[in-house]
């Protein structure tokens, strides 16, 4: 027990890396807090940084969460693997929430993403197909995402992998949450579409 709990921590701590914030101040000189969303996450480094550092951050919010996700694995812990959800769990709520970043973070779309490629790599192919095909017909990464977690919540009750079910079920709950400000702009017609693709 004693070692699964500092495995969360670890991944809470993974999981509080500001990927955004950190290549922002260390290669552009500038805090995203202070431009476009004023997020943290990799929607608004594509936005102030630009395509190429997005992609960067978009990476990096991913391995956050697929790391966390194997640390039982890495550390060869003899069980359930039902526990790499819990790990995966503490990387988001370390987007979410960082510790570096006074506990204000991201969305947590791609290191939610990074949870289900460790733990359910075919859910994650169809959830990135999804949201690809939503962004390019809508051009809303708020959209795309929310539509994305939703159909992995759907797509995963064919496992019938309760746990994970009810793991994606939350994840998908708190997304949808993160992301009521962006749903507000686009009923007024304020939220910004993607110009790149």
Known sequence: MEMIILLCVIAYILGSIPS???IGKIFYKKDIRDFGSGNL????????????????VTVMDILKGTVATLLPFFF???ISHHFWLLTGVFAIIG?????????????AVATSAGVILA???????????????????????????????????????FSFDWILVGIIAAIAAFIIYRHIPNIKR????????????
Do not use: C
């Open 41 to 56: 996450g990799a929607t608004n480094s594509f936005r102030v940084l630009g395509v190429k550092p997005g992609i960067v």
């Open 119 to 157: 733990y359910a790599p075919w859910l994650f192919v169809a959830a990135l197909l999804i949201f690809v095909i939503s962004l390019k017909l809508s051009k809303f990464v708020s959209l795309s995402s929310m539509i994305a977690a939703t159909s992995a919540l759907i797509i995963s009750i």
């Open 20 to 22: 955004g914030l950190w």
């Open 76 to 78: 060869q812990l003899d």
């Open 95 to 107: 987007h979410s929430f960082p510790i570096f970043a006074r506990f204000k973070g991201g969305k």
């Open 186 to 197: 686009i009923k007024k017609g304020e939220e910004p579409k993607i110009s790149w693709m």
